[in-house]
């Protein structure tokens, strides 16, 4: 057990520095207060947002950037992608079937599959292993880098 919790306490690490350094953002589109609306800090979704659409019924969701977004995260230069196209199921405090939000860490991108809130804590979801950050990591909403070579 010792491996996932070191993956654990890193992929913790890389949260906590994703969004520390960067500027607020002063605008957060509707798509962002939308996710405030169901429990959740709007810094989860970069700024390019192009379109959204939410079931407020059966909580579908979906998010459109304009681009493949991309996120650096020191100090190792791990990097965080979303997709031009993000999909998941929304209800308060939980998202589910979450499709689009990577993390690459130990040569591998790991899948955010889910995410739910206690207010003060967010709880990632990657496949059966789980891992819980301060919701505050996430106030700010990040802005995409520009387009760099990837190895
Ligand atoms: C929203 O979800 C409900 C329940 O699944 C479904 O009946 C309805 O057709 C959906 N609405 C739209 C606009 O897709």
């Not at 959204?52 to 996120?71: A, I, P, Q, R, W």
């Amino acid at each position: 057990m010792a491996k996932p919790l070191f993956f654990l306490s890193v992929l913790a690490l890389l949260f906590s520095f994703t969004h520390s350094s960067q500027n607020p953002n002063p605008n957060p589109s509707s798509a962002h207060t939308v996710l405030s609306n169901y429990g959740f800090p709007i810094g989860l979704l970069p700024t390019a947002i192009t379109s959204y659409t939410v079931n407020h019924t059966s909580g579908d969701f979906f998010v459109k950037l304009g681009d493949e977004c991309k996120v650096t995260l020191p100090p190792d230069n791990y990097l965080a992608t979303y997709s031009k196209t993000i999909t998941g199921k929304i209800v308060e405090n939980r998202i589910a079937d979450l499709d689009g939000i990577r993390v690459r860490a130990f040569f591998q991108w790991w899948s955010i599959t889910g995410i739910r809130s206690s207010g003060d804590n967010l709880v990632f979801e990657v496949g059966m292993v789980s891992a819980k950050y301060p919701s505050k990591n996430f106030d700010e909403s990040p802005p995409c880098e520009g387009r760099r070579a990837v190895s």
